[in-house]
């Protein structure tokens, strides 16, 4: 089993910046990342680390975001800068467990970029 708790979400100017963070507690992880859904839209990947240290990013946010942290500590942040209107979206945690690679899911926090 894992829970994920997700933070540091917000309301922000276009350009402006957000750092979201999750904790995560239970089975030894794989990887740790976040999603996004916007309204009408589908669940998008937007960042992801592995155990490794790699990391993958959406083509819409590469050179914006940075995603951070490590799966030992059950801990994976989000640095968003220069946000965008389009980055409006309810932000996942997620994690993979490492037996079985379960996928587990945060409750969402909501991050908004608005003038």
């Known amino acids: 089993q894992v829970q994920l708790v997700e933070s540091g979400g917000g309301l922000v100017q276009p350009g402006g910046s957000l750092r979201l963070s999750c904790e995560a507690s239970?089975?030894?992880?794989?990887?740790l990342g976040w999603y996004r859904q916007a309204p009408g839209k589908e669940r998008e990947l937007v960042a992801l680390i592995r155990s490794d240290g790699s990391t993958d990013y959406a083509d819409s946010v590469k050179g914006r975001f940075t995603v951070s942290g490590e799966t030992a500590k059950k801990t994976v942040f989000l640095q968003m800068n220069s946000l965008e209107v389009e980055d409006t979206a309810i932000y996942y945690c997620?994690?993979?467990?490492?037996?079985?690679?379960?996928?587990?899911w945060g409750q969402g926090t909501q991050v908004t970029v608005s003038s």
């Open positions: 997620s994690a993979r467990r490492a037996l079985g690679n379960r996928i587990y």
């Open positions: 239970g089975d030894i992880l794989s990887a």
